[in-house]
């Protein structure tokens, strides 16, 4: 079994951990195997539909006692990247709101409900089939008393949406299901948010341009920005907004030109 290495922004491995199953309880260890190896890619078009239609899950336990499920390659990909290369390991602590925008299957919010043990968490995704994945994390690790879920889509209105949903992406556009929209700022009140953490597939421009934005204003972002075609340069309008409300960029990474993840701070007393 071959696994990318894992190394953070400066190139040193994140704690030492270059391999997923490193994670892993030893229990765990053999059955990600199995499992990899009943789920691998193929070039072979019949035996690639197969393996994506067989939808083997598997229950992996971690070395810190939390509960992961992964459905297929996509929830191991993501949870790769939350776990290992760490794009939300946010420079703060005492955190007691967080709120998780675009949840996918709950990884993230399990990293924050570990990495804030006193906060509350809030989890907003819009597809359905994710958003149950998410629920199933949060009973499996025992959260149900500090992380919510709400199944729809964060923006600055009311309504509603269609979700076009391919491989560990979700977008918001012109095809697709039916989703929920939820004005974010109007569902917090006055609550005022830790950290937000942003992964929506070019939703992040509507909820960073609205004035509301200006109050909320978290001491941490930690988001992933994405080139669309009303935001064909992404990566500057996103800098360049968070600088202007009096963020600093403490960490930029991207592997691809069209998107990428930062984390923003905007009170330096709040990094620890």
Sequence with gaps: MT???????????????????????????????LW????????????????????????????????LFFRNRDDYGVAYEVFLLGPYD?????AR???????????????FARRFPDARIIVMEPDHQRANQIRKHV?????????SVIEAAAAARNGKARLSTGGSSARIGAEGEEVRLVDVFAMLGSDQVDVLKMD??????????????????????????????????????C????????YHISDERSSFSWAGNLIAFRNPSRRG
């Design 239 to 246: 800098l360049q907004r968070l600088r202007n409300l009096g």
């Design 97 to 111: 709101l967080v709120l998780d925008l675009g949840g996918h299957a709950g990884f993230t919010a399990l990293h």
């Design 3 to 33: 696994e990318t290495t894992a190394t953070s922004a400066s190139g040193t491995p994140p704690g030492g951990v270059v391999r997923f199953r490193d994670l892993l309880t030893s229990g765990s260890k053999v059955k990600f195997l």
């Design 200 to 237: 929506i597939e070019g939703g992040e421009y509507e909820i960073l341009s609205d004035p509301r934005f200006e109050t909320l204003t978290p001491p941490i972002v930690a988001m992933e920005w994405h080139s669309t075609p009303a935001h064909a340069d992404g990566h500057q309008w």
């Design 139 to 147: 009973r499996a690790n025992q959260l149900e008393r500090r992380v």
């Design 36 to 67: 990899w190896l009943l789920t691998v890619p193929t070039r072979l078009k019949p035996l690639k539909t197969l393996s994506y239609s067989l939808n083997v899950e598997v229950s992996l336990l971690l070395r810190n006692g939390d509960r």
């Design 90 to 94: 946010v420079p703060c602590s005492g």
